[in-house]
């Protein structure tokens, strides 16, 4: 079956590699893992993203999650992108589908994909060097990256809020805030929160652990607290939705934004 969805050839390379030794390579030596990412088995694979068999079927999962047509849903982030970005983060970036969507639309821009998973960055840096794409990747926690404040134009978030609890999607929207310039764009795609609210067998079948609090939620609402301005949501696809929003000159307490 994996040879049929993944191909044969490329099914071949995964099984060569040496997953721990490329690994190694991404890996930072003093990062922990939280205990809410290590702790889950993400679509019923025992141990999650960090199990090298997340990266390997990843691409496959997202194809039927993301319907009608996955490809067809990333590039609706890629349209609603207002800014002519130099720098771009794309946040939580897996195995880096839209991260080369970014790159292919803004060549002249520096474009990053950090993930937490050491072997979701092999595949992603895997698909960059086929398509001839000079992309960095770095391995970091969403929530707390390495980042400056101000130093990124454009930062998006694809399919990673509903697979982190409440509390850590509102601490990852508050990180976008601080390394965004001020009239940075932020751009969330995931799943649509009001019909998950009544697809819960959906969300049962893909096994996902944080999806039903997810869906409970409001994203729109997340972002405002984190301080940005202009949100507004739009529904794509079947059961997907993007929703966007703009950091301030000025932000909530008066203070010109850095």
Same mark, same amino acid.
């Given at each position: ?59 496959? $999962? @997202?194809? *039927?999650? %993301? ?5 067809? #849903? ?5 349209? +609603? ?41 092999? $595949? @992603?840096? *895997?698909? %960059? ?5 000079? #992309? ?5 926690? +969403? ?116």
């Amino acid at each position: 079956m994996l040879r049929v969805l993944i191909g044969k050839k490329q099914l071949q390379f995964y099984d060569t590699l040496n997953w721990q030794t490329q690994s190694d390579r991404f890996r930072q030596p003093d990062l922990i893992y939280p205990h809410y990412y290590s702790s889950q088995n993400y679509h019923g694979i025992e141990g999650g993203y960090l199990n090298p068999v997340a990266a390997i079927t990843y691409d496959v $999962v @997202a194809a *039927y999650t %993301a319907p009608p047509n996955e490809t067809w #849903i990333r590039q609706q982030l890629i349209a +609603a992108i207002d800014c002519q970005p130099r720098r771009i983060l794309d946040l939580g970036c897996g195995t880096g589908s839209a991260t080369l969507m970014l790159k292919q639309a803004f060549p002249q821009a520096v474009v990053i994909g950090l993930d937490l998973s050491p072997y979701m960055l092999i $595949v @992603a840096e *895997y698909k %960059a060097q086929l398509a001839g794409l000079n #992309i960095n990747w770095i391995h970091g926690l +969403a929530e707390a990256t390495p980042f400056k404040e101000a130093d990124f134009d454009l930062v998006t978030v694809s399919f990673l809020l509903h697979e982190t609890p409440v509390e850590i999607s509102q601490l990852i929207l508050q990180e976008c805030f601080r390394i965004l310039k001020p009239e940075g764009e932020l751009i969330i795609l995931d799943g649509n929160q009001k019909r998950l609210r009544h697809a819960k067998w959906l969300i049962d079948i893909f096994q996902e652990p944080y999806s039903k609090v997810y869906a409970a939620e409001s994203v729109n609402t997340w972002i405002g607290e984190a301080g940005f301005e202009s949100v507004k949501t739009e529904y794509i696809g079947w059961i997907d939705q993007i929703t966007q929003g703009i950091k301030p000159i000025v932000s909530k307490c008066g203070c010109e934004s850095l």
